[in-house]
Structure formats: structure tokens, C-alpha cells
Nanobody, 113 residues
Framework: QVQLVESGGGLVQAGGSLRLSCAAS????????MGWSRQAPGKQRELVAF?????ITKYADSVKGRFTISRAKNTVYLQMSNLKPEDTAVYYC?????????WGQGTQVTVSS
């Protein structure tokens, strides 16, 4: 079994920065893709960014140039800069381990105007 634990969410003013972390624990031999998704109130969950095992990254258009995803061992990070009120959401990390997808519990990010 694999568990993902997120940290780093919080309240920040528009234009500010936050760094999210997500650490995996359990029986893990290797992790393929890692990523972050988010869900704002009343909206569907959307993909924010992901990073492959070969460090290839992809971002949603809405966060390009402001967010950076990275990974190290069993942890994935999301550096968020120049945050906007529309970035307010619950952010979920996810990882693909042995062809199974695992999700974190979510961390709240609130950006005030």
C-alpha cells in the first residue's frame, strides 16, 4: 500500500508564493508519473501539472510561467508564484506506482485579493 501526505498549503495574498510538497511512503519500488490537480468550489477537478519519470513536465495553460513542478526520490513539489485569487482550490497530489494511481488527501490553498 502507498500513502501520500501533502503539506504546504495555506492563505496567501495575491502575488505571493507557496510551495506544496507531497511525500509517498509504503511499499514503493519506483514511481512513474507524479502530478498535482486542484478542485475549486463548484468546479471539476483539473490537472495542474505533472512530471514523468524522465523529468518531462507539462502544465495547465492557466499556470504556465507561474508554477514549477519538480520531484526528488519519493516526493513531488509544486512551487507556486505570482498566485492569483483564481488559484484558490484544494490541491491534490497523485502518483502512479506499479500502474496504480494514488492520491493525497488534499491541501487547501487560498489566495486573497
Amino acid at each position: 500500500q502507498v500513502q501520500l501526505v501533502e503539506s504546504g498549503g495555506g492563505l496567501v495574498q495575491a502575488g505571493g508564493s507557496l510551495r506544496l510538497s507531497c511525500a509517498a511512503s509504503g511499499t514503493i519500488f519506483s514511481i512513474n508519473d507524479m502530478g498535482w490537480s486542484r478542485q475549486a468550489p463548484g468546479k471539476q477537478r483539473e490537472l495542474v501539472a505533472f512530471i514523468t519519470k524522465d523529468d518531462i513536465t507539462k502544465y495547465a495553460d492557466s499556470v504556465k510561467g507561474r508554477f514549477t513542478i519538480s520531484r526528488a526520490k519519493n516526493t513531488v513539489y509544486l512551487q507556486m508564484s505570482n498566485l492569483k485569487p483564481e488559484d484558490t482550490a484544494v490541491y491534490y497530489c497523485w502518483m502512479v506506482v506499479a500502474n496504480r494511481e494514488y492520491w493525497g488527501q488534499g491541501t487547501q490553498v487560498t489566495v486573497s485579493s
